[in-house]
């Protein structure tokens, strides 16, 4: 079992930062600017949308440095122990980064306030084309770019900076500071300690297995579990709630890992969204696009599956593509582990079947679902958006006939939910849009979707019924047209 480290390390550059307390609620924004004076990295939205506090995080991961960028404003100081943040300020030393110069030369920067996350995140970029990763095509230009707001420019001049950019050797500086990243990180890998810290302001701890969460537990019995506190950072920064202390589940080794066994694909709870889009994309061609436009590249790098179901959300991304797929969730406790179906977690709005002390293991899915799985999200905007309604289909066809059918939606009940009226009609029916009226009149009584912010009820309910048409359509082969076109030509995209 690891020992107990009461000291905040980090690397800040090339910098090693030491804290023997901190405030578990600080950001690393804050820290950055106000304790650093690092003011480079900006503070728009200080919720996670605009991508101005974007910033690097290099992790170790398979004895190499992986760079991803996050977003400062949600980040709570203690999640970025043992790791290294770069910031605008690292990266031109002499000379400015080729990021830096391609947007100067194609004029990609007027107001200055966004830029310096916009570098950062192209920055990242630049890393990942690097280390053979990535290829700075339009598609993964777009998706970098995604999180990052600019009104002023026009994505054009930006997508032609970071075109140019990405191809540019990586100069001496960024070299430099990925191999020290790797030294130190390394050493710190070695050393087998985990953060506990308690300091007058709270407490903050990040157990690197089970036993030592459960240890830690019993210390902190009401600590606030977070994973990437993509969720739990915007209570911090946007309603002010503050804890005792506070428990990062996002090392337990346990947790993190992706299996692919026995016909079934195992997602740990604190895999991230971005490492479960690699796994599941191969699998799942329908799945790419949509967890693509799960949040953005800052989103996706901290987000995780089991904060995801855990949170409960109506509208959360992940819960009704695992419904459709069949997917089951593992709870465990220090003293019982379960399994559940994961539509039965659900059991209303904010409340979950997770008794006190229970946490999120594992999701395991079996692999033969993936091949059936048609999911669409549907959001007022293309990127960065949560959805108004996300739709999930599964249908086992032999023959023409529909053999067996599972349909969940997000954004059309108070939980995610299973239709299981559309279910039983499409069931013995013709794969194609000849049995569209009976489901789509068996679909109504699933659902009463309530009017909100971001759709109304009669809006979700028509848009539930255009999924379905789609899904037949798709099977009967007379698709329609694709509804998240991937635009071919360089310099246009979703943004401009
Ligand atoms: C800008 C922005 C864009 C977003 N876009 C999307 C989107 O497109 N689609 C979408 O679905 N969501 C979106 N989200 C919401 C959020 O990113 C997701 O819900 C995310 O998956 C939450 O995971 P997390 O690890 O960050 O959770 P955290 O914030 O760490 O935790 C959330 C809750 O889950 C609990 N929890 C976490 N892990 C476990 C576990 N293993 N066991 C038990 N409880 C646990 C925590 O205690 C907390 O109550 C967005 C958020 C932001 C800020
Ligand atoms: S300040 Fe807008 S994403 Fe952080
Ligand atoms: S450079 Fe800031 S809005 Fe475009």
Same mark, same amino acid.
């Given at each position: 079992?690891?020992?107990?480290?009461?000291?905040?390390?980090? $690397?800040?550059?090339?910098?090693?930062?030491?804290?023997?307390? %901190?405030?578990?609620?600080?950001?690393?924004?804050? %820290? $950055?600017?106000?304790?650093?004076?690092?003011?480079?990295?900006?503070?728009?939205?200080?919720?996670?949308?605009?991508?101005?506090?974007? #910033?690097?995080?290099?992790?170790?991961?398979?004895?190499?440095?992986?760079?991803?960028?996050?977003?400062?404003?949600? @980040? /709570?100081?203690?999640?970025?122990?043992?790791? *290294?943040?770069?910031?605008?300020?690292?990266?031109?030393?002499?000379?400015?980064?080729?990021?830096?110069?391609?947007?100067?030369?194609?004029?990609?920067?007027?107001?200055?306030?966004?830029?310096?996350?916009?570098?950062?995140?192209?920055?990242?970029?630049?890393?990942?084309?690097? !280390?053979?990763?990535?290829?700075?095509?339009?598609?993964?230009?777009?998706?970098?770019?995604?999180?990052?707001?600019?009104?002023?420019?026009?994505?054009?001049?930006?997508?032609?900076?970071?075109?140019?950019?990405?191809? *540019?050797?990586? /100069?001496?500086?960024?070299?430099?500071?990925?191999?020290?990243?790797?030294?130190?990180?390394?050493?710190?890998?070695?050393?087998?300690?985990?953060?506990?810290?308690?300091?007058?302001?709270?407490?903050?701890?990040?157990?690197?297995?089970?036993?030592?969460?459960?240890?830690?537990?019993?210390?902190?019995?009401?600590?606030?579990?977070?994973?990437?506190?993509?969720?739990?950072?915007?209570?911090?920064?946007?309603?002010?709630?503050?804890?005792?202390?506070?428990?990062?589940?996002?090392?337990?080794?346990?947790?993190?890992?992706?299996?692919?066994?026995?016909?079934?694909?195992? &997602?740990?709870?604190?895999?991230? @969204?971005?490492?479960?889009?690699?796994?599941?994309?191969?699998?799942?061609?329908?799945?790419? /696009?949509?967890?693509?436009?799960?949040?953005?590249?800052? #989103?996706?790098?901290?987000?995780?599956?089991?904060?995801?179901?855990?949170?409960?959300?109506?509208?959360?991304?992940?819960?009704? #593509?695992?419904?459709?797929?069949?997917?089951?969730?593992?709870? @465990?406790?220090?003293?019982?582990?379960?399994?559940? !179906?994961?539509?039965? %977690? %659900?059991?209303?709005?904010?409340?979950?079947?997770?008794?006190?002390?229970?946490?999120?293991?594992? &999701?395991?899915?079996?692999?033969?679902?993936?091949?059936?799985? *048609?999911?669409?999200?549907?959001?007022?905007?293309?990127?960065?958006? &949560?959805? !108004? #309604?996300?739709?999930?289909?599964?249908?086992?066809?032999?023959?023409?006939?529909?053999?067996?059918?599972?349909?969940?939606?997000?954004?059309?009940?108070?939980?995610?939910?299973?239709?299981?009226?559309?279910?039983?009609?499409?069931?013995? *029916?013709?794969?194609?849009?000849?049995?569209?009226?009976?489901?789509?009149?068996?679909?109504?009584?699933?659902?009463?979707?309530?009017?909100?912010?971001?759709?109304?009820?009669?809006?979700?309910?028509?848009?539930?019924?255009?999924?379905?048409?789609?899904?037949?359509?798709?099977?009967?082969?007379?698709?329609?047209?694709?509804?998240?076109?991937?635009?071919?030509?360089?310099?246009?995209?979703?943004?401009?």
């Amino acid at each position: 079992m690891a020992t107990a480290r009461s000291e905040f390390r980090c $690397l800040l550059g090339s910098e090693i930062i030491c804290l023997a307390s %901190f405030d578990p609620h600080q950001t690393l924004l804050d %820290f $950055l600017r106000l304790e650093k004076g690092l003011t480079g990295t900006k503070e728009g939205c200080a919720e996670g949308d605009c991508g101005a506090c974007t #910033v690097l995080l290099g992790r170790l991961e398979n004895s190499k440095i992986h760079y991803q960028p996050v977003n400062a404003c949600i @980040v /709570p100081l203690g999640i970025i122990d043992s790791t *290294q943040v770069l910031t605008v300020e690292h990266l031109a030393d002499p000379e400015p980064h080729p990021v830096q110069q391609a947007m100067a030369q194609a004029h990609g920067s007027q107001c200055g306030f966004c830029t310096p996350g916009i570098v950062m995140s192209l920055a990242g970029l630049h890393y990942d084309c690097d !280390a053979g990763h990535a290829n700075p095509d339009h598609q993964t230009l777009s998706d970098t770019l995604a999180g990052n707001l600019c009104r002023c420019t026009g994505y054009g001049s930006i997508m032609s900076a970071a075109g140019t950019a990405c191809v *540019q050797p990586l /100069p001496g500086q960024s070299r430099s500071l990925r191999s020290i990243a790797h030294r130190v990180l390394d050493e710190w890998d070695q050393d087998d300690t985990f953060l506990n810290m308690s300091g007058p302001l709270g407490s903050f701890a990040i157990p690197t297995d089970l036993e030592t969460l459960w240890q830690t537990q019993r210390t902190y019995p009401d600590a606030q579990l977070i994973a990437g506190a993509t969720d739990v950072g915007l209570w911090i920064n946007k309603h002010h709630q503050r804890f005792e202390s506070i428990i990062n589940l996002s090392h337990v080794a346990e947790l993190k890992r992706i299996e692919h066994t026995q016909n079934t694909l195992k &997602i740990g709870a604190t895999a991230t @969204v971005a490492q479960g889009l690699e796994q599941m994309t191969d699998l799942a061609p329908d799945l790419g /696009p949509l967890l693509r436009r799960f949040g953005s590249a800052q #989103v996706r790098a901290q987000a995780t599956f089991g904060g995801n179901i855990a949170n409960g959300s109506p509208i959360g991304d992940l819960a009704p #593509v695992l419904i459709a797929l069949g997917a089951t969730l593992h709870l @465990v406790s220090p003293d019982h582990q379960r399994s559940i !179906a994961l539509e039965d %977690f %659900f059991v209303d709005y904010g409340k979950q079947d997770l008794a006190p002390g229970e946490i999120v293991h594992t &999701i395991s899915i079996p692999d033969d679902a993936f091949t059936q799985l *048609q999911c669409w999200k549907i959001s007022k905007r293309f990127d960065q958006d &949560i959805s !108004a #309604v996300c739709g999930a289909f599964c249908l086992h066809v032999t023959g023409g006939t529909i053999i067996s059918a599972r349909v969940a939606f997000g954004g059309m009940a108070s939980t995610p939910q299973r239709a299981r009226h559309c279910e039983e009609a499409l069931v013995g *029916q013709n794969a194609d849009c000849t049995s569209l009226e009976p489901a789509a009149a068996a679909l109504k009584h699933d659902f009463a979707p309530i009017t909100d912010m971001r759709a109304s009820a009669s809006y979700r309910t028509d848009v539930a019924r255009g999924l379905l048409e789609r899904c037949l359509r798709t099977l009967g082969g007379d698709p329609l047209e694709l509804l998240y076109p991937v635009s071919k030509a360089p310099g246009l995209s979703a943004h401009d």
